[in-house]
């Protein structure tokens, strides 16, 4: 109940953690910055906002955004935040999951085609490249935590990573580590892509977005935020210590989420952004990290 | 009666045939074939769901023999249901092609040959219909192109498929030799003979299937045939191929041993990532779809590796269920590759061009093939709701739980390949929606592509049904997947229709995430206010010319560039001057091919080499023939006297 009342919430407050984000950002750059509550004014201005339409763009421009702040609805509705969760009709597996925010991508890719804008292009062309190293890490992140469930069910999983035991197996620490670098490539901040960037021939992620207007770009914008969202809730409920309760569980992984959202703010701070064609390898660096703790769980390795 | 239909149904499939031979309208005569294979596929399905057994069973001997169970069914299933629209497309396709009355009755014969392996029952009947159906489409794609680089793309089919087919021959012959074909067992475990009949099983069908090593021939064969072929050839003939080596792990092996599921596991991860990289640097539409087959008949083996290696050890009803998802996913890739292939046909007839990068805007201009391309794409890519979806989830749940269920190196083969795998489907995404984006979307990027017209009716219609298979089977994949769980003696429990359910997943639920994805859409695009200013592309101010567009090999550029350690590129540009002015600039990628050079070239080199040593036996002289007669009847009456006693 709780725990469904939470996973509703979560459709109106993922604009809170990008918020959240650039907030302790700013405070980590020395500078005031905008409130926490930016990401909201900035979807009410784009929401009464005319839409502008790419001339010559059909019907993959039109639908992409809508589609693809569908499909990161679907993926709300999916992630739990506690180890029992009610059941939306849209079930709770981890690859459907993965299915789900592939399929944004494809869209987002499919109107850069639409407009035939070069930095959209470009653009889309990195990002599905750096999703080919994502997906293989991704692969492994979820083995390591489907191990202990003996599947895939993301409730079941939640309750594998809660409490103290699991932390004797390596494979829930590399798996830790493959989580947090998902969470980098997945929510698109620095050092793989920079969420703030103005200048076209840098933008990952934005590039495609720079055709849209008013309420197109809100439903992308909420949909990027809603990513942030189903990645660190799936972090910290799989792979961060909680308890296994219900409302204990919930307030523990809601503060990790809290947590996180600093960790990125720092990362965000003091890292630099990394060369483009390196970060395929450094993401399928670590998901080769990944993979040595599912053998280790497979060759029944713990502390 | 099941056994009656599919008789009635070859019978009609074989007046079809007959009626393009003897002067008839080529329309009526594949109108009758279509009818003769749907009715043979009607069959299929009852034999498949009911999980009834008709006709004879296997025998060793040389009494011809024919019959139908689950197994045989299922694959009835698949020829049928991708043989008709392919038919119907060939209405209007075929008449245009050279020779269509010979084309006709070939096409008509080859699917005889597929029905004759699936149905027989007895070595040579069986061995038999394989001859025929690597010779039928070869036969058809020489009469109708003659250019030398296609026969050379025919005779490299011809010589790798019966050279690796000898190893289809020694199962088989081995296998009935030995009495499991005709009575009720397997092949005695943990002898030479399982490695034997695994081996020669792996490399005789897996040539067929084009699965890696043996692959070359695939994407140089599938392209050059007339697209309905090339549907058939990549949509169906590996399949059957898959088909062979289904019979001989999961029937006449049953249980096979781990070795032999981390064997499959192994070529089916090679094939996946080699075919998809093959695919992704491709600009010619048709060689890109042939190298995909390549891709998904690895993912369709490597979920037959996950299931031997979760027999083996014992974790049955997963083994069902990764049985189920890698015949689900060869059904399911058999409709796709289908609409893909018929869809490139009708690219070509429509805009006279086969490369990617020259197409452009045909969603618009062709509505009703680019709205079947477009999903077929979506498909391929493993995009949810699809079919290629439901598959690819299945084959990765599989792999999941033989990583944790089946013991030390079945666990970590499968864990590895789960996660090439995973790095496939991310390169495939990238693959095809660049050929999606590239030939769908945007503006024509040729004045073919710029002056295309929708096909005729037929092939519109082809297209339709296959597109709607697609989405049907991505909604039902529960209906294909409890029997085929049955069929390995598995009570399916409550697994579908609608979506799956089972033990050890969070379900996919396919109804309720249509609901949310369809009903939230819906509402997104109507509320996205109607009030729409038009405005050109952002592109910080430069003139948006269509030559200034990006191209397919620009989109992919980041990925080659990655990867470039592990896939090497030659990039050749010539640029043309004149009085220091640049007037013209021509670029060349290629990729380097390991296989061609450091297996097949080092292999034909050495084969050559043999053969000149070997010419100086042929003297021609009529004694010395005489005198080898002697020579071999001597020493085969000594073996046969050593090895006798």
Not at chain 1, 264 to 285: C, D, I, N, Q
Not at chain 2, 235 to 251: E, H, P, T, W
Request: with cysteine; charged share 10%; aromatic share 6%.
């Amino acid at each position: 109940m709780l725990s469904g009342a939470v996973m509703l919430i979560a459709i109106l407050a993922a604009p809170l953690l990008t918020g959240l984000i650039q907030r302790q950002k700013a405070f980590f750059q020395g500078r005031p910055g905008a409130p926490i509550l930016q990401p909201y004014r900035d979807l009410r201005r784009l929401w009464h906002k005319q839409v502008v339409d790419v001339s010559g763009a059909g019907i993959a421009y039109v639908v992409a955004p809508a589609a693809s702040a569908a499909a990161l609805l679907a993926v709300l509705l999916i992630v739990p935040v506690a180890g029992t969760a009610p059941d939306f009709g849209v079930g709770h597996d981890a690859l459907v999951v993965v299915g789900l925010l592939a399929l944004a991508r494809c869209l987002i890719a499919l109107s850069a085609w639409d407009t035939t804008s070069g930095f959209g292009l470009m653009a889309a062309g990195r990002e599905l490249t750096f999703a080919v190293a994502g997906e293989f890490l991704l692969a492994l992140v979820v083995l390591t935590a489907a191990l202990p469930a003996g599947g895939t069910d993301l409730p079941a999983m939640w309750l594998g990573a809660a409490g103290s035991g699991i932390w004797a197996h390596p494979a829930h620490w590399c798996g830790l580590l493959g989580m947090l670098m998902v969470v980098l490539v997945e929510t698109g901040r620095q050092p793989i892509d920079n969420p703030d960037t103005h200048l076209e021939l840098t933008m990952i992620h934005e590039g495609p977005l720079l055709e849209y207007a008013g309420r197109d770009l809100a439903y992308l914008q909420w949909s990027v935020a809603a990513r942030h969202w189903a990645v660190l809730a799936l972090t910290a409920g799989l792979f961060l210590p909680h308890p296994a309760g219900v409302v204990a569980g919930i307030v523990v992984v809601l503060a990790w989420m809290l947590v996180l959202t600093a960790v990125l703010a720092v990362v965000e701070t003091t890292v630099a952004k990394m060369r483009l064609l390196r970060v395929p390898h450094l993401v399928g660096g670590v998901g080769l990290v990944a993979l040595v703790g599912v053998v280790s769980w497979i060759f029944g390795v713990a502390a | 009666m099941t056994g009656a239909v599919a008789v009635f149904g070859v019978a009609i499939l074989a007046v079809g045939v007959l009626l393009a031979v003897v002067r008839r309208s080529v329309p009526v005569a594949l109108g009758v074939q279509a009818a003769g294979v749907g009715i043979v596929g009607v069959a299929g399905a009852v034999a498949f769901f009911s999980g009834s057994q008709v006709g004879s069973g296997f025998r060793a001997g040389i009494h011809p023999g024919i019959g139908l169970d689950p197994l045989s069914g299922f694959f009835l299933v698949v020829i049928a249901l991708t043989a008709v629209p392919v038919l119907a497309y060939s209405v209007d396709y075929v008449p245009a092609l050279p020779a269509p009355r010979v084309v006709t009755a070939l096409g008509g014969g080859f699917l005889l040959a597929l029905i004759g392996v699936v149905c027989a029952r007895d070595v040579l009947g069986f061995l038999m219909c394989w001859e025929l159906m690597t010779i039928l489409p070869a036969a058809c794609v020489l009469i109708v192109r003659s250019e030398p680089a296609v026969r050379r793309a025919i005779v490299e089919y011809l010589g790798i498929t019966h050279l690796g087919g000898v190893g289809v021959w020694i199962a088989l012959l081995v296998l009935a030799e030995r009495g499991v074909l005709g009575a009720a067992q397997v092949v005695p475990q943990g002898t030479g003979i399982v490695v034997l009949v695994g081996l020669a099983g792996l490399i005789g069908f897996g040539s067929k299937a084009g699965l890696v090593p043996m692959h070359v021939w695939l994407p140089r064969t599938h392209p050059v045939a007339p697209s309905h072929l090339s549907a058939l050839m990549s949509g169906v003939m590996v399949k059957i191929a898959l088909y062979g080596l289904i019979r001989v792990v999961f029937v006449w092996m049953d249980p096979a041993p781990t070795w032999l599921g981390v064997a499959l596991l192994a070529v089916g991860a090679v094939s996946a990532l080699g075919g998809i990289v093959g695919a992704v640097v491709q600009g010619e539409l048709k060689r890109l779809l042939a190298y995909s087959t390549i891709e998904n008949v690895g993912i369709a083996t490597a979920a037959l590796g996950a299931s031997v290696v979760l027999g083996a050890a014992g974790a049955h009803t997963w083994a069902a269920i990764a049985f189920a998802a890698g015949l689900l996913h060869i059904l399911n890739h058999s409709v796709i590759k289908a609409v893909l292939f018929l869809s490139a046909g009708s690219f070509e007839r429509a805009t006279g061009e086969h490369r990617v990068d020259r197409l452009g805007g045909l969603l618009a201009r062709m509505p009703w093939t680019g709205a079947a391309c477009a999903v077929g794409v979506l498909a391929i890519a493993g995009m949810p709701l699809l079919n290629g979806f439901a598959s690819e989830w299945l084959v990765l749940e599989a792999l999941v739980h033989a990583a944790t269920d089946a013991g030390r190196s079945g666990g970590v083969a499968s864990a590895v390949t789960l996660a090439v795998l995973a790095a496939t489907i991310g390169i495939s995404l990238l693959c095809f929606v660049t050929l999606g984006g590239r030939a769908l979307l945007g503006r024509p990027r040729s004045e073919g592509a710029r002056d295309a017209v929708e096909v005729g009716v037929a092939m519109r219609a082809g297209v339709v049904m296959l597109a709607g298979a697609c989405v049907l089977l991505g909604t039902f994949p529960g209906v294909v997947v409890a029997p085929l769980m049955r069929m390995r003696s598995v009570p399916s429990g409550s697994v579908g229709p609608a979506g799956l359910w089972l033990p050890g997943t969070g379900g996919l639920p396919t109804i309720g995430l249509l609901a949310v994805l369809g009903v939230a859409t819906v509402v997104l695009v109507r509320v996205r206010g109607p009030r729409s200013a038009v405005a050109p592309v952002w592109n910080c101010g430069q003139i948006d010319e269509p030559a200034l567009t990006w191209t397919s090999a620009g989109f992919r550029s980041s990925l080659v560039l990655s990867f470039r350690a592990a896939v090497p590129t030659e990039h050749t540009t010539v640029r043309d001057t004149r009085d220091g002015v640049l007037t013209g600039m021509e670029h060349t990628q290629t990729t380097a091919n390991h296989f061609e050079t450091r297996f097949y070239r080092p292999a034909r080199r050495g084969a050559l080499r043999v053969a000149h040593l070997a010419r100086g036996v042929q003297s021609g002289s009529l004694q010395a023939y005489v005198g080898y007669f002697v020579a071999v009847l001597i020493v085969l009456l000594v073996l046969a006297r050593v090895v006798g006693a």
